[in-house]
């Protein structure tokens, strides 16, 4: 079973930066694709950043363009999402999603392509 794991989030300013993590357990982590998404509330979930098998290949949704990045770390089984620049609207919970493993090495974008989530990480940006 994959357990992810997210950590990093905190209350920031806006402006200021926050760098959030993910840990996957279970063995060949290059074999999934990885994903940020973020719910505030009232709000349904949406697309935040996505990742490649090899992390050569990235996706950020156009609000986060410019401001936040997404890698990964194949030996340690670890996906990142620094987030700089940060705005109040940024305010959500942050989770991070593996998909099934897989050969292909696109970056995926709907929810319904991840086969698993973390908890997630609230992140709160104060004005």
């Known amino acids: 079973q994959v357990q992810l794991a997210e950590s990093g989030g905190g209350l920031v300013q806006a402006g200021g930066s926050l760098s959030l993590s993910c840990a996957a357990s279970?063995?060949?982590?290059?074999?999934?694709?990885m994903g940020w998404f973020r719910q505030a509330p009232g709000k349904e979930r949406e697309f935040v950043a996505a990742?490649?098998?090899?992390?050569?290949?990235?996706s950020l949704a156009d609000s986060v363009k410019g401001r936040f990045t997404v890698s990964r770390d194949n030996n340690k089984n670890l996906v990142y999402l620094q987030m700089n620049s940060l705005k109040p609207e940024d305010t959500a919970v942050y989770y991070c999603?593996?998909?099934?493993?897989?050969?292909?090495?696109?970056?995926?974008?709907?929810?319904?392509?991840?086969?698993?989530w973390g908890q997630g990480t609230q992140v709160t940006v104060s004005s």
């Open positions: 999603a593996q998909s099934g493993p897989t050969l292909s090495n696109d970056a995926l974008t709907t929810p319904g392509e991840y086969q698993y």
């Open positions: 990742i490649s098998r090899s992390g050569g290949r990235t």
């Open positions: 279970g063995s060949t982590f290059s074999l999934y694709r």
